[in-house]
């Protein structure tokens, strides 16, 4: 039975985005081995019988000469399990992975779920950042053979082309995690004259908190008949996090409601009419975007790569241009005035996700770049 090592940088990720992926893998007969920082799902993973291994590596850490000792733990773990083939995801992973693959000569396939805040944030430490970063992709990814790079959106996939961080025939384009349609209910939302229009996420500006929370204001003034809300908790481990006492401090003046974060979220979906998200971080395809498709909700996203891949504008939801509230609040409007378009950008995105963005569609093709990978042994 082929062995296959999933690292991320935290059991978060793997539980939500790569747990339909694993019991696949093991459905198929392979061995899968998570590897990842220890949290609340690790023990879940445990009940499903699969084994965990403990990386200690820092979110907030952002020189990687700090962090020679979370490579060498990657070094042994590879060394112990002897895997066919290591699945790195996020780029902490990817980087520090590839370089404890080289030593053992392990085959890796990278996934690139987004460049994140490094490459995407305007900050001045993120552009100090940034030629550090890419630097040491240039030292370690480029030169190794043994490799396959997964990006979720165009962009990013052609950004790293061209920067020659992976040549163009190493490099495929699936785009997304995909999504259990099952999980979610496709039934469209009932008629209503206040329409609820949510952000759903990180509470992260780059993610476009303060873009969605100006828009409402915007709304708020012109007497626009509807609910802006945000739901998710900031991500401190993230520099760009929005500060609780912001988000309280909009909620208190009544320019939104605050929601936190939701743990039902199929549920969440359908207590909403519109998915609005105004992001401009440096992620793949936002799993929002196709959770909300799936539950034939519309959908305002930001002209942006990773929203592309799922958002055709006039066709399976609105873009809007990035970092434009009043864009965004005119969008905004024009659907709480128009419920049959509503109706309309809804069915199309239902139809496409269901189609294209299934987790047993992106399961079959990741499967297969397995098989492409470990059959050039």
């Not at 008949?225 to 500060?243: E, Q, Y």
């Not at 519309?298 to 970092?323: F, N």
């Not at 309309?344 to 269901?354: D, G, I, K, P, T």
């Amino acid at each position: 039975m082929p062995k296959v090592i999933l690292v991320a940088n935290t059991d978060w990720y793997l539980y939500n985005f790569r747990f339909s992926l694993i019991k696949t893998l093991q459905e198929k007969g392979f061995t899968p081995v998570l590897v990842s920082p220890m949290g609340r799902f690790v023990e879940i993973f445990r009940e499903q019988g699969w084994e965990h291994h403990e990386w200690q590596v820092g979110r907030q850490s952002v020189l990687p000469w700090q962090e020679i000792p979370s490579v060498k733990q990657l070094q042994n773990i590879y060394q112990r399990v002897q895997p066919d083939l290591v699945h790195h995801h996020t780029n902490k992973a990817v980087l520090y992975g590839t370089m404890a693959a080289r030593k053992f000569n392990i085959p890796v396939i990278n996934s690139i779920p987004g460049t994140g805040y490094v490459f995407s944030s305007p900050t001045l430490k993120a552009r100090l950042l940034k030629p550090i970063t890419e630097g040491m992709f240039n030292l370690y990814l480029t030169p190794y053979q043994k490799q396959q790079m997964i990006f979720e959106n165009r962009g990013e996939m052609a950004y790293f082309i061209k920067k020659k961080f992976i040549p163009g025939e190493k490099a495929i384009l699936i785009p997304s995690v995909g999504v259990n349609l099952s999980k979610y209910d496709g039934t469209a939302p009932k008629p209503t004259d206040k329409p609820v229009i949510a952000f759903i996420g990180r509470m992260l500006w780059g993610k476009g908190v303060g873009v969605f929370a100006d828009a409402a204001k915007i709304l708020k003034e012109k007497k626009v008949n509807c609910r802006m809300v945000l739901i998710g908790l900031p991500d401190f481990d993230n520099p760009d996090f929005v500060p609780t006492e912001i988000l309280q401090n909009w909620q208190e003046q009544g320019i939104l409601e605050w929601w936190g974060w939701r743990e039902d979220m199929p549920a969440t979906y359908q207590v909403i009419d519109i998915l609005a998200q105004p992001t401009q971080y440096g992620e793949g395809v936002p799993t929002t975007l196709i959770e909300a498709s799936a539950s034939r909700r519309a959908v305002i996203a930001t002209d942006w790569p990773s929203c592309r891949e799922v958002i055709k504008h006039g066709q399976t939801g609105l873009l809007v241009r990035p970092g434009d509230a009043a864009d965004l609040a005119d969008k905004i409007s024009e659907l709480v005035d128009n419920p049959q378009q509503r109706n309309n950008l809804a069915e199309n995105a239902y139809a496409l996700v269901s189609n294209k963005f299934s987790t047993e569609h992106v399961n079959e093709e990741t499967l297969g770049v397995y098989e492409r990978v470990m059959g050039n042994i």
